[in-house]
């Protein structure tokens, strides 16, 4: 059973993907923030992580620099749902998370296909060519 570690502050967000990944036999830790995730992390093995970019405390760009460099050999797949007044002009947060070490994004909100599709494609592409593709 594949294991998955979310990491997300807003507890919607996080049943809404546990209950999705259990009902398609994942096993689901939830962590409650970076700091929680990090914990998690150093307790238990995962096969994919999901992690939000925008959280209170730990950033999401630091929590994905410092999973990845904890763990490099668990997928990193970052979520973000923040959204900008003037979008022509915003940066591509969710294309940063992948220089920093994410293996693919999620834009919140996001279909449970989506969650699916990247959750498996993370679990089962060889880390090097799941890194270029982006949801």
Not at 55 to 79: D, L, N, Q, T, V
Not at 116 to 135: D, F, G
């Amino acid at each position: 059973m594949p294991r998955v570690l979310v990491v997300d502050d807003d507890p919607m967000v996080s049943v809404a993907i546990e209950v999705c990944l259990t009902r398609k036999g994942f096993e689901v830790t939830v962590a409650d923030g970076g700091e929680a995730g990090m914990r998690a992390l150093e307790a238990s093995d995962f096969d994919v992580m999901l992690i939000d970019v925008f959280m209170p405390h730990m950033r999401g760009f630091e929590s994905i620099r410092m999973f990845y460099e904890r763990k490099p050999h668990i997928p990193i797949i970052a979520m973000s749902g923040y959204a900008f007044a003037n979008a022509e002009r915003a940066p591509d947060f969710l294309r940063m998370t992948i220089e920093l070490g994410a293996a693919c994004c999620l834009r919140k909100p996001f279909t449970p296909d989506a969650l699916l599709t990247s959750v498996n494609q993370c679990i089962t592409t060889p880390k090097a060519t799941a890194r270029h593709s982006k949801k």
